[in-house]
């Protein structure tokens, strides 16, 4: 009976998510295990075999995933075999690109905007420079990671759980820390 409800409390929640999303250019399908909550002007592409959510795992009965393409413009792409874990929040107003083979930890956040300008006089204004992050292939994010904008990080490179990663890193790195800094070689 336990198994029974949870089953059907996760298809509601997922079917309330749902009916909230408000994308309007949405490509491709994924797998959700979790609650997924797609919203925004821009465009959403989801390439083959992305999965979104872990049974197993923490927060998976109380989070869901939010993903933004805010701006019309903006762009969010998962390449193909892309696992994430629970909570992952990623907002775009310009790009945000994930590569195939990603494997993406709990209660991560990745975004390409200070979403309001750092002068003190527009702090009302959007950013007006945001800057694209590139997720290269085969690269594992760790859980709690906040990845800021204009991030590029490289092939087959490891993030560190609880790195904040406010800079570039080449392929093959461990990166971890606040700010992320390189902390060993992947073999």
């Known amino acids: 009976m336990k198994q029974f409800l949870s089953r059907l409390y996760m298809y509601l929640l997922k079917l309330k998510y749902k009916i909230f999303s408000d994308t309007v250019n949405l490509k491709g399908a994924f797998v959700a295990q979790q609650p997924v909550l797609l919203k925004g002007k821009g465009k959403i592409v989801f390439n083959d075999n992305v999965k ?4 197993n795992s923490p927060m998976y009965y109380n989070t869901y995933a939010y993903i933004e393409a805010r701006a019309k413009t903006a762009q969010i792409s998962f ?6 874990n629970n909570s992952l929040s990623i907002i775009s107003e310009k790009k945000i690109s994930i590569g195939s083979n990603v494997l993406i930890g709990y209660n991560c956040s ?11 006089n527009n702090r009302s204004n959007t950013d007006p420079n945001p800057e694209g992050v590139i997720i290269c292939d085969k690269v594992f994010i760790g859980n709690n990671v906040t990845i800021l904008k204009g991030v590029t990080i490289g092939e087959n490179s490891v993030v560190a759980t609880g790195a904040i990663v406010t800079k570039s890193f080449p392929n093959d790195v461990i990166i971890g820390g606040c700010p992320a800094k390189i902390i060993g070689e992947v073999n």
């Open 52 to 55: 979104i959510g872990v049974i």
């Open 110 to 120: 990745i975004s390409d905007s200070n979403f309001h300008d750092l002068n003190k």
């Open 79 to 84: 390449g193909s075999n892309t696992y994430i």
